[in-house]
């Protein structure tokens, strides 16, 4: 009876009104071992993690199914029945600590108000502490929440999940918004604290490379449904569902830079599933069965599990090199040029160093990728390029002429070449304004292009970034996240520019939506010659798209060269811990 | 979703169809009842203080003057100077918002720091010291509750500017050239104007109050003007012989401030933004 | 390398200062109560504009129609109106800050002779201290009752009613609510006085019930806004993360509500409930009209009648004076409930 750390058989949940959310899931946590539950934005992932608590969110509800934690059930339990078993038999550790740490009280209470009041409180909270390597100083624990760092809460966190030695932990993209060094040491962290302590994880993400770093099994999930399941090494180097074959491809590594295949279309939300097979839309091998008949998850041998009719035809995988670019023969004039830059924020009194003594060149057509964590000056240094803030020091040249620092001093053909894109897909597009209006606007201000000849380059437009023309009267309101961003490519290349500056404008994507975002640039640059410089902060972003990089830590370049023998051999520290740090499919 | 829809949701609330119908009923009886009334609202039409009767329907003022008649004018002035006070605030905080918050010049600081001022003053403290200094008129009744409201409007569509100021489109339009003017009007003031809007309502509200208060303390309106919180205040003394000259204006005050106030709410809700989070922030 | 044989240099201590400052709040306290000084000259010197820079020549305001050339010299001289503003704004200034508050014009006109302001305004602060007393002392429980219990009941029955029944009062203005109040209680009914009808001198504690309907007047309003306020705070609340996260780490409903989250909606429920003592100041002034209650509210409308410009100069600056006061009163109890404010030095 007591095999399992957790089993789930059944589960559906759904919104009030009926709809499903979460369908027919079923899977089991082998004591001591680390379950990835992998899926998109909408597969339901954090909602059926939330329902292994006997939790739903406001406006949904667990409507049928059955969890048993380490043999007890506490599904169909009431509210306060359930409760005596979270935090002691199974407890979460939360996506992001700083908003779930309540900010009134004090870390180390917040740890012992998980345990019943006793003498020992105090040693097991220093207990606790100690495991997850925080300092057991009574003035530490004596903090408040917003006195610790990014890490330092997280670890908080995982400390009050396992002072009540829990048989199940449940970690719900606990990483999120660290750091890949932090990000390196917590996953390093977490799993020598799950060996030695021998509790089960549940870790539910959305990055593959993550999962990869830390999971014995993994579960992926598609449209509220569970529709591969297996050990993690056999999923991910020889996956058996189509959808996981294209996560897969479409996963960049910083390693061995690789062509990055997307998924066609775009994944379906609750309320819009089709009949039958819900990825039949967007499946390269569906059959005619496929879209009458809904697919079992099916045992397929070596203790696997796949959710489709034809899955003997899934292809293997065969990552596909990408072509060294690096040839890049020796150009005299470089198309842009920045010398020396010296860029300042300017807060209350006294200026923070953004970047300084930044120098480089792109040649035309080349694709030049800026690397750097957050704060390391990065995005500063995109927006001096685009002319959106003055430096303190040092120029940026086109073709070998000064530019002005700032955009409404540059001259108009100037501001036509260099062009720009966001990272907020939510915010870089007018919500305001139609599509064709957001596109044709930078036609008729740099280019002097009459309405009507702006309206008329539009449906091109948008056939380049290959969105169907019909998405020209709509409004940004109705457009998914990788749509957006396509749009504000389309708007740059309206201008016609000879650069575009890309800041992490894959970072709010989904992966698959990524991969399809960079499929684009690469295919831009090939169509029309593009320069791109390119700003991230993801080492596998870099491998697959740029030719060469430069590695920014704390607005100084500590480090560049070509991609590939750069992270194939990093030379300064920083890039070497950087790049070990990255997490990456290649090697496990 | 079509902005027609967005617009009317607020209807769909309990609250919010309520207080339409009632704003609508008050907004057809402040425009026809002039052509209704039996009298002259300021001329002497029988005895003193009178109970009601079928000749005057709500009796008489302490005048002799028809009191149906006079409630029947007596919305005009409230609601006509509420609305163009609210609007007057409105013009010229969004203007000063919109300025202060895109221009990082100095202009900003200082206007910002008139208007910490401002709020500074309780809002009747500042319309009566308005009323000792500047006397009892429309014009400065107006302009001074249209002040009230300036800074707390100059503020929200400041903040709102310096958000929607940082988005990518915005930018966009900057790094590819655009003029102030354009920046302002295709950009900026489109995206800003629903956070405006949605708690224009409330002001309207507090317009209302405010100024009927006045007019109530009898530092703005002056007699013989018919005004509902005028007639309250002239008719106290008389209570107990005609309760009802004191009771038609105060009841209808209330029906009127309460009808806007929950339309307000509701429109509120529906963009949003809720309205107590709103004053909390101030 | 993998990632687990990474070493871990993140975990050396962030630049929390270990050893802090005696009191690291004296500094921001000082800052405050400057800042709120200031802003009270500036105040001033809007104050001394509204009343003496605007057109209109305050002299002939004063005495009305009975104005002799003789009595409007005797005014203007009495008011220094012969002199810059400047001057008399400085003179007026340095005689309030030791305590001189000048002198009633319109009492003058009456009895002939300069009455100082400081021995007209005695009792009245100290009724109207009461009154404002009374209602906050009833206000500040009930809100907090009347919205934590209708943000932790969200949907209920009970919490349609509070809302309901809060957005009808808060849009009323006082002396709609007083009137109606007067009608139903004093008139219809016959159980309270309508009006305060004591002497002046007199001390409201010796005539309490005078107190029922100013009070009930100025706490309907005031309630309402207040209630809604908390409601919408608690609720923020309950919705949070950290609420979401200790009911998943199993903590039980009523730690959930009052160790986790009341403890967070505390601070905006006082800076609402200090905002609206703030506002009581304006429904003082009506409520006490309203009642003929003899406080300094219905002094102050009657200078404003009779264009008592040193009367209403200085009683205004003195609402000016409380009511930025419990401005930074408010603000320091923010700062002090809340720990990441409280601890930033
Ligand atoms: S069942 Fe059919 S449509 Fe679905 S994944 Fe398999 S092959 Fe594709």
Not at chain 1, 261 to 284: K, M, N, Q, T
Not at chain 2, 206 to 222: E, H, K, M, R, T
């Amino acid at each position: 009876m007591n095999e399992h750390a957790l089993a789930v058989d059944d589960l559906r949940i759904e919104l009030v009104s009926g709809e499903p959310v979460v369908e027919d899931v079923s899977f089991r946590v082998g004591h001591g071992e680390v379950l990835g539950l992998v899926g998109e934005s909408g597969s339901g992932k954090t909602t059926t993690a939330l329902a292994l608590l006997g939790y739903a969110r406001p406006g949904v509800r667990i409507a049928n199914g059955t969890i048993d934690v380490a043999g007890t059930r506490i599904s169909g339990l009431s509210e306060a029945q359930v409760r005596r078993y979270r935090g002691r038999l199974i407890s979460y550790v939360p996506q992001d600590p700083a908003a779930a740490l309540n900010p009134s009280v004090r870390v180390g209470d917040q740890v012992g108000n998980m345990l019943e009041r006793s003498s020992e409180k105090e040693a097991h909270v220093d207990d606790a502490f100690e495991l997850v390597q925080l300092p057991t100083a009574r003035d530490f624990r004596r903090r408040f929440p917003h006195q610790l760092s990014g890490g330092q809460q997280q670890r908080v966190a995982i400390a009050a999940a396992l002072v009540c030695k829990p048989a199940v932990v449940l970690m719900d993209e606990p990483t999120t918004g660290l750091d890949v060094v932090t990000q390196a040491n917590l996953l390093a962290q977490v799993r020598r604290l799950q060996r030695e302590l021998g509790f089960a994880i549940v870790y539910v993400s959305h990055d593959l490379a993550v999962v990869a770093s830390i999971a014995d099994r993994i579960v992926v999930m598609y449209a509220g449904r569970v529709v591969e399941d297996g050990p993690a090494a056999r999923v991910l180097s020889e996956p058996q569902h189509p959808y996981s074959l294209g996560l897969i491809a479409s996963v960049p590594d910083p390693r061995e830079p690789r062509v990055l295949r997307s998924i066609p279309g775009v994944a379906v939300g609750v309320g819009e599933r089709p009949p039958g097979c819900p990825f039949a839309p967007r499946c390269p091998q569906r059959i005619a069965a496929c879209e009458e008949s809904d697919p079992r998850l099916e045992r397929t041998g070596g203790d696997r599990l796949v959710r489709c009719l034809e899955w003997r035809r899934t292809p293997t995988l065969a990552p596909e090199w990408r072509a060294p670019s690096g040839a890049l023969p020796s150009r005299p004039a470089s198309l842009l040029a920045v010398e020396e830059l010296r860029a300042e924020h300017r807060g209350r009194g006294d200026a923070v160093v953004a970047c300084s003594g930044v120098s480089f060149a792109i040649a035309q057509g080349e694709c030049v990728a800026l690397v750097g964590e957050s704060g390391s000056g990065k995005t500063t240094i995109a927006r001096c390029v685009a002319g959106l803030h003055a430096p303190a020091r040092g120029r940026v040249l086109l073709d070998g002429a000064a530019l002005a620092p700032l955009a409404a001093g540059r001259t108009p053909d100037a501001r036509r070449r260099i062009q720009i894109v966001f990272q907020n897909p939510y915010d870089s597009l007018n919500p305001r304004h139609r599509v064709a209006q957001s596109i044709a606007r930078p036609a008729q201000a740099l280019r002097g292009y009459s309405r009507k000849a702006a309206e008329h380059a539009v449906a091109d437009l948008l056939e380049r970034v290959r969105l169907p023309a019909r998405l020209a009267t709509r409004f940004p309101g109705e457009l998914s996240g990788g749509e957006r961003q396509r749009v504000a490519v389309a708007r740059a290349l309206a201008a016609d520019p000879d650069l575009i500056v890309c800041d992490e404008i894959t970072s709010a994507l989904d992966v698959s939506v990524q991969a399809a975002v960079l499929e684009l640039l690469a295919d831009l640059r090939a169509e029309l010659g593009l320069a791109l410089l390119l700003i991230t902060h993801d080492l596998g972003v870099v491998s697959s798209v740029a030719d060469r990089v430069l590695v920014l830590d704390q607005g100084v370049v500590c480090e560049q060269g070509a991609v590939r023998s750069l992270l194939a051999s990093p030379e300064h520290a920083y890039t070497q811990r950087l790049v070990a740090a990255a997490p990456t499919l290649s090697v496990r | 979703m079509t902005a027609l829809a967005v617009r009317l949701r607020f209807a769909r609330t309990g609250y919010g169809k309520v207080g339409l119908a009632g704003s609508l009923l008050l907004l057809a009886l402040i425009a026809v009842g002039p052509l209704l009334a039996p009298y002259d609202p300021s001329a002497i039409a029988g005895l003193p203080l009178q109970h009601a009767s079928r000749q005057f329907p709500l009796g008489t003022d302490g005048l002799g003057r028809d009191v149906l008649s006079r409630v029947l004018w007596g919305g005009r002035s409230i609601v006509g100077l509420s609305v163009l006070a609210t609007s007057l605030a409105y013009a010229a905080g969004a203007s000063i918002g919109l300025l202060a918050g895109y221009t990082k010049s100095i202009l900003d600081p200082l206007l910002m720091r008139a208007m910490d001022v401002l709020l500074a003053v309780p809002p009747l403290l500042f319309l009566l010291v308005l009323a000792t200094g500047a006397g009892r008129s429309i014009p400065v009744l107006v302009l001074g509750v249209a002040t009230v409201h300036v800074p707390s409007i100059a503020r929200i569509v400041r903040a709102s500017t310096q958000e929607v100021a940082t988005h990518g489109y915005v930018e966009a339009a900057v790094a590819r050239g655009e003029r102030l003017p354009a920046l302002l009007g295709r950009e900026i003031l489109p995206n800003v104007l629903g956070t405006v809007l949605a708690d224009a309502g409330i002001r309207l509200t507090a317009s209302i109050l405010i100024l009927a208060s006045v007019n109530f303390l009898g530092l703005g309106l002056q007699p013989p003007a018919a005004d509902w919180a005028l007639m309250i205040s002239e008719n106290r003394g008389g209570i107990a012989l005609n309760s009802l000259a004191v009771a038609a204006p105060a009841l209808l005050i209330a029906f009127l401030t309460i009808s806007v106030n929950l339309v307000a709410d509701a429109v509120a809700r529906s963009l949003g933004t809720s309205t107590d989070r709103k004053r909390v922030a101030r | 390398m993998t990632a687990t044989e990474l070493e871990a240099p993140e975990l050396v201590l962030v630049d929390v200062p270990s050893r802090r400052r005696r009191h690291p709040l004296v500094g921001f306290v000082l800052r405050r109560v400057a800042a709120g000084i200031a802003t009270l000259f500036v105040v001033s010197i809007l104050l001394f504009a509204g009343t003496n820079v605007l057109p209109g020549d305050v002299a002939s305001a004063v005495l009305g129609r009975d104005s002799t050339p003789a009595g409007l010299a005797q005014i203007r001289k009495e008011l220094d109106l012969n002199r810059p503003a400047s001057e008399r704004y400085w003179s007026w200034l340095s005689g309030f800050v030791q305590g001189d508050l000048g002198s009633s014009v319109a009492s003058q006109a009456v009895s002939g002779e300069p009455t100082p302001i400081s021995g007209l305004i005695g009792d009245r602060i100290r009724n109207t201290a009461t009154l404002a007393l009374c209602t906050v002392l009833l206000l500040v429980p009930l809100s907090i009752f009347f919205g934590v219990l209708s943000a932790t009941r969200a949907g209920s029955p009970v919490d349609h009613a509070v809302t309901g029944i809060s957005l009808g009062l808060i849009s009323l203005p006082e002396f709609v609510t007083g009137t109606l109040l007067v009608l139903l209680l004093a008139q219809w009914l016959g159980l309270l006085p309508a009006v305060s009808l004591i002497a002046i001198g007199a001390s409201v504690f010796t005539h309490p019930s005078i107190l029922v309907l100013p009070v009930l007047t100025l706490l309907a309003a005031s309630l309402a806004q207040t209630t809604r306020m908390v409601r919408a705070g608690m609720l923020e609340v309950l919705r949070s993360d950290y609420v979401e996260w200790a009911r998943l780490s199993g903590h039980r409903e009523r730690d959930v509500v009052f160790r986790y989250a009341l403890r967070n909606a505390l601070a905006p429920t006082v800076q609402v409930i200090a905002l609206n003592v703030q506002w009581l100041v304006g429904g003082i002034v009506v409520t006490e009209y309203v009642f003929g209650y003899p406080g300094i509210g219905q002094a102050l409308v009657q200078a404003v009648s009779a264009r008592d410009v040193p009367y209403v100069l200085s009683v205004g600056m003195l609402i000016a004076i409380v009511y930025i006061a419990l401005n930074v009163l408010a603000d320091l109890l923010v700062v002090l409930l809340v720990p990441k404010l409280r601890t930033a030095q």
